[in-house]
Structure formats: C-alpha cells, structure tokens
C-alpha cells in the first residue's frame, strides 16, 4: 500500500523560503515519477512540478526560477525546495506518486502559507 508522508510546510513571510519532504513506503520509489501539486482555497489541483523516474524535471510557469523538485531514491524522499516565495504560493501542497499501471496516489497534504 502505497503512504506518502508531507512534512515541512508552515508560515512565511514573502520572500522567505520554505523545504518541503515527502517520505514514500510501500513503493519501489525509483521507479515512480513523483511530483508536488497544490490546491489553493477554491481553486483546483495543479501540478507545481515533477521529477520522473527517468531523471527529467518539470515546473509549472509560475513557479520556474523559484522552486527546485529534487529526490533521494536511497532515503524514499522527495523534495520541494521554494524560494522567493509569494502570496498567490498560499495552498495545501500535495506529494504525489505515478507509474504505469499503479495510478496516482496522494499524499495528506501540507499547508503553506506566504503571508505579512
């Protein structure tokens, strides 16, 4: 049974940074792309970025330059660094996880929050 585990998020400042983690079980993680989405309060989910199996990276437009997605398949992590960090980055981010035949899975989600 596939668990992703969300830790890191909380209250910053704008400009400030924030390292999200999220710890994978039940998974051969390295074979699984796995990604960061987030849900701001009455939008819909969108993809923040992704990190394939494969080596490659994506990044939503509004967040290039100012977050890196990284992983340690050693230690089942993957990482979400953000910096400079804006008001409109306020939401729930979710870990993810995808394979071909396995689905996506979420993780419980953290609450990031930029804010003065």
């Known amino acids: 049974q596939v668990q992703l585990v969300e830790s890191g998020g909380g209250l910053v400042q704008p400009g400030g940074s924030l390292r999200l983690s999220c710890a994978a079980s039940g998974i051969i993680f390295s074979s699984y792309d796995m990604g960061w989405y987030r849900q701001a309060a009455g939008k819909q989910r969108e993809l923040v970025a992704d990190?394939?199996?494969?080596?490659?990276?994506v990044y939503a437009d509004s967040v290039r330059g100012r977050f890196t997605i990284s992983r340690d398949n050693a230690k089942n992590t993957v990482y979400l660094q953000m910096n400079s960090l804006k008001p409109e980055d306020t939401a729930v981010y979710y870990c993810s996880s995808w394979k071909w035949g396995s689905g996506l899975n979420w993780g419980q989600g953290t609450q990031v929050t930029v804010s003065s």
């Open positions: 990190f394939t199996s494969l080596g490659s990276t």
